[in-house]
């Protein structure tokens, strides 16, 4: 079947505010964020691509822009399967916060049963985003052939749930998969099993230096590393 290439978007300015954005409306990406975008055209020059489809979010539509501009016959899909976790009331709040909140101790380590008050549950978040893949493969090998790419922009938690889903592992470990912002996974998918190539691929080995704790609102992704959780919703990546 065909391969797929997912994109997080750019980093935006709720990551580096160190809030959980979910589909808080306006949410863009940042001076950082609109560099790596500005990046990403040259970094898949050489990937033919089918098509692409986004999350509806404002910050995956500006990270697709420069691709766009550069390839104006790619043909653009929005997919609201693949949009951010419905965090609901969490939605907007900083993560600094979020963190002494009971649930996220179930977010953390038993995430099949989490799900987010006035939002859904992770197990929903990943059976829709789960279904997309599924169908936009099915669409992409049927029209262009088995041999086709193609593209998704999301975000940190939908794409950890679907690397969980290609790898077999269950949703309770997913959250020890980390994706930066506009970093590149790639998953083929064939009749019987996926095969994972590329996984959160920024091209830049600089996020695995340890950093010392920046002042907040920053420090969100380093607290959360010193404290063996993950950062929910992805996290603000390498400065």
């Keep these: 079947m065909a391969t797929l290439i997912l994109v997080r978007h750019g980093r935006s300015t709720a990551n ?64 609201e399967r693949i949009g951010e976790c419905h965090y609901g009331d969490w939605s907007g709040r900083k993560l600094s916060e979020l963190s002494e909140e009971p649930l996220m101790k179930i977010v953390q380590q038993h995430p099949s049963a989490a799900a987010f008050p006035g939002g859904e549950s992770m197990r929903a978040m990943q059976a829709r985003a789960v279904e997309a893949v599924r169908d936009w493969n099915a669409r992409i090998e049927e029209r262009d052939g088995s041999d086709a790419v193609f593209l998704m922009c999301s975000h940190g938690d939908i794409i950890k749930s679907l690397v969980a889903d290609a790898l077999g592992m269950h949703l309770d470990l997913f959250q020890r998969i980390h994706v930066d912002p506009c970093s590149v996974t790639a998953i083929r998918y064939t009749q019987t099993r996926p095969f994972v190539f590329r996984l959160g691929d920024t091209g830049d080995f600089g996020s695995l230096v340890r950093r010392p704790a920046a002042p907040e609102p920053v420090a969100s992704d380093k607290e959360a590393e010193d404290s063996g959780n993950a950062v929910v919703g992805g996290g603000a990546g390498a400065a």
């Design 16 to 79: 580096t505010a160190g809030l959980l954005a979910g589909w808080t409306p306006g949410v863009a990406l940042d001076e950082r964020g609109a560099e790596q975008a500005a990046a990403l055209p040259g970094r898949l020059a050489g990937v033919p691509l089918a098509a692409a489809v986004t999350s509806p979010l404002q910050r995956c539509r500006e990270t697709l822009a420069p691709l766009l501009a550069a390839r104006p016959e790619l043909e653009l899909h929005t997919d």
